[in-house]
């Protein structure tokens, strides 16, 4: 058994419940002998390159509670890929401060540096433990069922939707939302989720896993507007042609190679420039909005389920590794969904770093806009109860 100091970091997009992870590993480590001292990384790998840290054996249980149950990142988080230079230095720190165990939450990109650091640490034969613990609110970590902060942020999609729908009905015209997921539409794919009765939005869901044709598009705009007077569609904000060229792009690109799509308003109006050309001449109500950095970390729509996860893969991730059985990422396994129960295992860091994975053909519709009833079957248990719509 391995027995130092541990380190823990957060990097990469904040989630309403990644703080849920943080104080569930604190805790847990706090009852094992094996960890004597746990500092806290500000803003993930930098921190550490920096030796910036938070000893969190001080924070009251009170605290920490508190901050669980706060969204965003306690800790600061960062997006940055290590490279040779950086990984020594993080090695320096550790080696400096005597760490033994280093628990990294984030996502893909995450689970990348973590992976590169276990590996390092095996080249200079360093008696070291590497745990990835899962966070992504694009919930698309590979060989996981979900991810922790996906729910959370799939509710406030959801409840955002039922609340445009209402706006969209009350004031009919075409009503664009442009939602986060890069190459993944599981966050679009939760507006389904709105609907309560035949007619309501989202009319149209696009998800980056299939080709957008903005020709196609105005056609299913007038289609559903010729049937329902209106017409509300949800679009993930990485949708692309048939050559693979986003519909709309800021061109900046982070040290992972990430395109830069939230935060900017463009694709919105690209679509609902083209929706305007769909009704040419007729003076239709057109109306875009970009959701952004708002479904991340909302304070008020936090699944009970979500919280719970992130809490339990910190305390899983850190039990494992002190019980010598080697590095790895905490994954979740779901066992039933009525009632809902899931349990947790670890998989290799390399079966998570880097890659992702994309929503499965059975969740989408054969035309490609829309969700099937499977989908609603595997999210709705993860989102918990919505309100009731009241109609007259």
């Known amino acids: 058994m391995l027995k130092g100091n541990m380190v823990i970091g957060q990097s990469g997009g904040p989630t309403a419940v990644i703080n849920q992870s943080l104080v569930g590993a604190i805790l847990a480590a706090r009852q094992e002998a094996a960890i004597t001292g746990i500092l806290g990384a500000r803003h993930g790998i930098a921190g550490i390159m920096n030796e910036d840290f938070i000893d969190l054996t001080t924070q009251s249980t009170e605290q920490l509670e508190a901050l669980a149950n706060t969204p965003a990142a306690g ?54 433990c590497t745990v990835h613990i899962p966070k992504t609110i694009d919930n698309d970590l590979r060989v996981t069922d979900h991810c922790p902060g996906f729910a959370s942020a799939a509710r406030f999609v959801a409840l955002a939707f039922m609340g445009d729908d209402r706006d969209n009905n009350a004031l009919p015209g075409v009503k664009i939302n442009v939602v986060m997921g890069r190459h993944a539409g599981f966050l679009t794919a939760a507006s389904a989720l709105a609907r309560q009765a035949d007619g309501d939005g989202p009319h149209l869901i696009y998800l980056p896993e299939r080709v957008f044709d903005v020709e196609q598009f105005k056609v299913d ?98 039990r494992y590794a002190v019980s010598g059985a080697g590095n790895g990422s905490v994954a979740i396994r779901r066992l039933s969904n009525a009632p809902y129960a899931s349990e947790y295992f670890m998989t290799e860091l390399s079966s998570v770093a880097r890659e992702t994975t994309s929503v499965a053909d059975a969740f989408i519709s054969a035309e490609g806009n829309d969700m099937t009833a499977a989908w609603l079957d595997y999210v709705r248990p993860l989102v918990g109860d919505l309100p009731l719509i009241g109609r007259l």
């Open 75 to 128: 800790l600061g988080s960062v997006r940055l890929k290590p490279g040779k230079e950086e990984c020594e230095r993080v090695f320096e720190a550790f080696k400096k401060n005597d760490v033994r165990y280093f628990f990294y939450i984030g996502g893909n990109d995450s689970a990348e540096t973590a992976h590169i650091i276990s590996e390092m640490a095996k080249d200079a034969n360093y008696d070291f």
């Open 221 to 318: 705009v007038r289609r559903v507007v010729g049937e329902f007077g209106r017409c509300v569609v949800a679009v993930s904000e990485g949708v692309a042609d048939a050559d693979g060229n986003p519909i709309a792009s800021s061109g900046e690109k982070d040290s992972h190679g990430n395109v830069q799509l939230s935060g900017t308003g463009a694709l919105g109006d690209a679509l609902a420039a083209h929706a305007k050309e769909a009704f040419k001449g007729e003076n239709a109500r057109v109306r875009a909005d970009t959701f952004g950095y708002l479904q991340r970390s909302y304070p008020t729509i936090i699944s009970a389920v979500d919280a719970r996860e992130a809490r339990e893969v910190g305390e899983f991730g850190v």
